[in-house]
């Protein structure tokens, strides 16, 4: 019977669950279970974002959808996560808002 087993998954979070929130998940079944367990990031060049949500009655979002979304019948999509819409904007050459946490990272030179 093997005496090691090694898994490597991608985590996508929701704002109400934080990655600390399935670590505790994780460590707390395999304590369960008598099982020994090394929990890792994987690392990477741009930092691990978590989920965020975006308040849709913000006075900010409001004017953006007055000003700009409606009078050119966009319908804006607003989404609990973290995205790369710089890379979409990037690749496909299409103007994007982005509103959210303040991470700046410039990946297009990697990624371009």
């Known amino acids: ?19 600390k929130d399935i670590e505790k998940l994780i ?9 020994r ?9 741009t930092p691990y974002g978590e ?16 000003n700009f979304f409606n009078p050119s019948s ?11 819409e710089n890379i979409f904007a990037y690749k496909l050459k299409i103007p994007v808002i982005s509103i959210g946490r303040l991470a700046v990272v410039d990946i297009r030179k990697k990624n371009g």
């Open 27 to 35: 460590t707390g079944f395999s304590d369960k279970n008598n099982i």
């Open 51 to 66: 989920s965020y949500e975006v308040d849709v009655k913000n006075t900010f979002i409001k004017l953006l959808e007055r």
């Open 74 to 84: 966009v319908n804006p999509i607003y989404t609990s996560s973290v995205a790369d």
């Open 1 to 19: 019977m093997p005496d090691l087993c090694e898994i490597q998954f991608s985590l996508l979070t929701t704002p109400s669950v934080k990655t």
């Open 37 to 45: 367990i090394k929990l890792a990031k994987v690392e990477r060049e």
